[in-house]
Structure formats: structure tokens, C-alpha cells
């Protein structure tokens, strides 16, 4: 019964905090920590014996031992697991679409990444293992790889107006066609870093700031972090 009622406690929690930050009643900056909270929760219940303070009005658990409760949750009761995985996918799928509501840039991707090592971190207390782990957050490492990859399609964007504006008579090639070419070069599966400084140099858009946004890709793809 534990169960069934952490996992309904846990998809309410995830569906009413979607429901406040797509009506603007919650910011996106404290979404991913809530969620996470809801997931802990959830957990919580379902080792309800080792529960001693439940205070859903403030978000709070008091529990003897933090670290006991994840020993517990590792010892590893099939369905403790089985709940806490389907309810980070949950997680995940809600988490991934926060900035289609928000539009909050770069600091939207920095919590998408710090809620990811959350969900892994719980994942692994669980005992998932790493397959199932990895799986499970690949949608937020793409969401934000997505974002990564078209800042070169907004910088490229930037510096074709500025041309335009600022040097009077250049000719640049039309800009639909230039853009559909990068954004075909960003979604390949091989980020072909080379071509891309190459073709940007060809419709003279290359300047030095479009190194410092390579390198952030580059980096996210190698290790994850931004």
C-alpha cells in the first residue's frame, strides 16, 4: 500500500508543479529542486517504517538517518525500484520541457543538468544500473545539447545582421538557405567542427566568438558538463 500511495503522491506532485510553472505561478529556477523534492518524497513513503517527519506543507522530511533511508533503498526491494525509475522518467519527460514554457537560455540548461545529477544520483541509490540510469537522463543531455548546438545558429543569425547594418553595400548570400545549411550541419551525429568554422568563413559570418560556443559543445559531448 506504501507503494501505491508514494507513487501517486509523486505523479500529483509532478503534475500540479508543471501545472503552476506553465501558468507562470512558479519559476523555472526553483521547478527542477521541487521535482526533485516530489521524487524524494515519494521514495520516503514507500520506506514509510523508517519514516519519522512527513511535512508535505513545507516540502520538509525528517528522517533518522539520510543516509540510512538510502541504504535501505539500496538494499533493494524490487518494487522500491521498479516505482522510483517510472517516476524518473516522469521527472525527466516534465523536466525536458520546462524552457518550452520559459525560454530561459542558458541558466534553464544549468538546471536541467544540475536536476539530471539528482535523478542519477536517486537512480543509483536504488540500484539502477547504469544502462538503465544512462537511458533515463539521455533526454535532458540532448535538450541541452540541442540548445548548445543552435546558439552557432543565433550567433551566425547576430553577426549577419550586424553586416548588414553596419557595412553599408556588402553582399551576403540570402540568409534562409545559409541557415537551413548550419542547421542541417548542427543536427548531424558527427559534429564536424571543421566544416562548420569552414562554411561560416565561406559566407564571411566567421569571427572570434564563435569559438568560445564550439568549445562549450565540444565539451558537453566529451564529458556532460557544461
Given at each position: 500500500?506504501?507503494?501505491?500511495?508514494?507513487l501517486?503522491?509523486?505523479?500529483?506532485g509532478?503534475?500540479?508543479?508543471t501545472h503552476?510553472?506553465?501558468?507562470?505561478?512558479?519559476?523555472?529556477?526553483?521547478?527542477?529542486?521541487?521535482?526533485?523534492?516530489?521524487?524524494?518524497?515519494?521514495?520516503?513513503?514507500?520506506?514509510?517504517?523508517r519514516?519519522?517527519v512527513?511535512?508535505?506543507?513545507?516540502?520538509?522530511?525528517?528522517?533518522?538517518q539520510?543516509?540510512?533511508?538510502r541504504?535501505?533503498?539500496?538494499?533493494?526491494?524490487?518494487?522500491?525500484?521498479?516505482?522510483?525509475?517510472?517516476?524518473?522518467?516522469?521527472?525527466?519527460?516534465?523536466?525536458?520541457?520546462?524552457?518550452?514554457f520559459t525560454?530561459?537560455?542558458?541558466?534553464l540548461?544549468r538546471?536541467?543538468?544540475?536536476?539530471?545529477?539528482?535523478?542519477?544520483?536517486?537512480?543509483?541509490?536504488?540500484?539502477s544500473?547504469?544502462?538503465?540510469?544512462?537511458?533515463?537522463?539521455k533526454?535532458?543531455?540532448?535538450?541541452?545539447?540541442f540548445?548548445?548546438?543552435h546558439?552557432?545558429?543565433?550567433?551566425?543569425?547576430?553577426?549577419?545582421?550586424?553586416?548588414?547594418h553596419?557595412?553599408?553595400?556588402?553582399?551576403?548570400?540570402?540568409?534562409?538557405?545559409?541557415?537551413?545549411?548550419?542547421?542541417?550541419?548542427?543536427?548531424s551525429p558527427d559534429?564536424?567542427?571543421?566544416?562548420?568554422?569552414?562554411?561560416?568563413?565561406?559566407?564571411?559570418?566567421?569571427?572570434s566568438?564563435?569559438?568560445?560556443?564550439l568549445?562549450r559543445?565540444?565539451?558537453?559531448?566529451?564529458d556532460?558538463?557544461?
Amino acid at each position: 500500500m506504501s507503494n501505491v500511495i508514494a507513487l501517486c503522491v509523486g505523479f500529483c506532485g509532478v503534475v500540479l508543479f508543471t501545472h503552476l510553472l506553465r501558468t507562470g505561478a512558479l519559476g523555472s529556477v526553483v521547478y527542477p529542486t521541487l521535482i526533485t523534492v516530489t521524487a524524494l518524497t515519494a521514495l520516503a513513503i514507500a520506506l514509510s517504517e523508517r519514516l519519522q517527519v512527513l511535512d508535505l506543507k513545507n516540502l520538509t522530511l525528517g528522517l533518522q538517518q539520510i543516509q540510512q533511508v538510502r541504504a535501505d533503498i539500496y538494499a533493494k526491494a524490487d518494487s522500491v525500484r521498479r516505482m522510483g525509475e517510472e517516476l524518473a522518467e516522469l521527472v525527466v519527460f516534465n523536466a525536458r520541457s520546462v524552457g518550452r514554457f520559459t525560454g530561459s537560455g542558458g541558466e534553464l540548461d544549468r538546471q536541467l543538468i544540475a536536476a539530471r545529477d539528482q535523478i542519477v544520483q536517486v537512480l543509483r541509490d536504488i540500484g539502477s544500473d547504469q544502462k538503465r540510469i544512462d537511458d533515463t537522463v539521455k533526454p535532458l543531455n540532448d535538450v541541452v545539447l540541442f540548445d548548445l548546438k543552435h546558439e552557432i545558429i543565433n550567433y551566425l543569425n547576430d553577426r549577419y545582421n550586424r553586416r548588414l547594418h553596419l557595412e553599408p553595400g556588402v553582399k551576403l548570400a540570402p540568409w534562409q538557405p545559409v541557415e537551413a545549411e548550419f542547421i542541417a550541419l548542427i543536427q548531424s551525429p558527427d559534429f564536424n567542427r571543421p566544416l562548420i568554422v569552414e562554411r561560416t568563413k565561406h559566407y564571411g559570418l566567421y569571427d572570434s566568438g564563435l569559438e568560445p560556443i564550439l568549445d562549450r559543445i565540444e565539451k558537453f559531448m566529451r564529458d556532460k558538463t557544461l
